[in-house]
């Protein structure tokens, strides 16, 4: 009998944002699965077991996603790790997938759930907290109220349009630089938060605060009026 897939949100990097179901199937499964060729390196990974220390003890599967625009090696790793994921499984072992934030949004998990699914596997989804979410609590301010409507967007969108859209926007995954030099020209009112929930976290109350370098993992959110 083939095993079960758990893809399982970490959060943002605060171990104490992990869900108690999380927990569980991390203390509880036979082997944990990263989208990092290094575990030492995996921001998940040390997470969980910050939340976890049973996970220490863990077999520990490497995968490596590359972060990169080439589609043909994306597509390539990511075919190797759904097989080395199906290996385990058709071994009859429980795997779980760690992955910051929620496994739903702009995750690595996603690509490997869709294949895995194809081919029949049984395959689960734990829910984390985003990690939009979080900033918007470490800002102390909603994300939306009334019927604003909430935009999620990821780095290399053109910032002009996005910001054109009505409500509220969050921009993920870089493209700092570019988005800041269009909210400036805007005028629009602008917050961040940078590695959220980490030791390393940075909180920004304007669009001049923050810096054009800001990281990779910085979460923007601007609004049509002031917060």
Request: glycine fraction near 8%; charge should be negative.
């Amino acid at each position: 009998m083939n095993g079960v897939l758990y893809g399982i949100g970490v959060g943002p990097g605060d171990p104490g944002l992990l869900t108690l179901k999380a927990a569980r199937l991390i203390r509880d499964c036979d082997l944990l699965a990263v989208p990092h060729r290094d575990p030492k390196q995996c921001a998940a990974l040390s997470v969980a077991v910050v939340a976890v220390p049973e996970a220490k003890e863990k077999q520990v599967l490497a995968i490596d996603m590359p972060m990169t625009r080439d589609a043909s090696a994306r597509e390539r790793a990511y075919a190797a790790g759904a097989r080395a994921i199906e290996a385990a499984l058709d071994e009859g072992k429980t795997v779980a997938f760690l992955t910051l934030g929620d496994p739903s949004v702009y995750s690595t998990y996603g690509y490997l759930q869709r294949v895995l699914l194809r081919a029949g596997y049984d395959v689960r989804t734990v829910p984390g907290v985003p990690s939009f979410c979080a900033a918007a609590a470490e800002l102390n301010a909603p994300l939306c109220l009334d019927r604003e409507p909430l935009h999620l967007i990821p780095g290399g969108e053109p910032a002009e349009e996005a910001l054109a859209l009505s409500g509220v926007k969050v921009f993920m995954k870089g493209g700092t630089e570019s988005l800041l030099r269009a909210i400036k020209r805007r005028g629009c009112a602008a917050q961040a938060v940078d590695n959220c929930g980490t030791d390393e976290q940075r909180v920004y109350r304007s669009a001049e605060e923050i810096p054009n370098d800001a990281g990779y993992f910085t979460v923007i959110i601007v609004k049509e009026n002031e917060p």
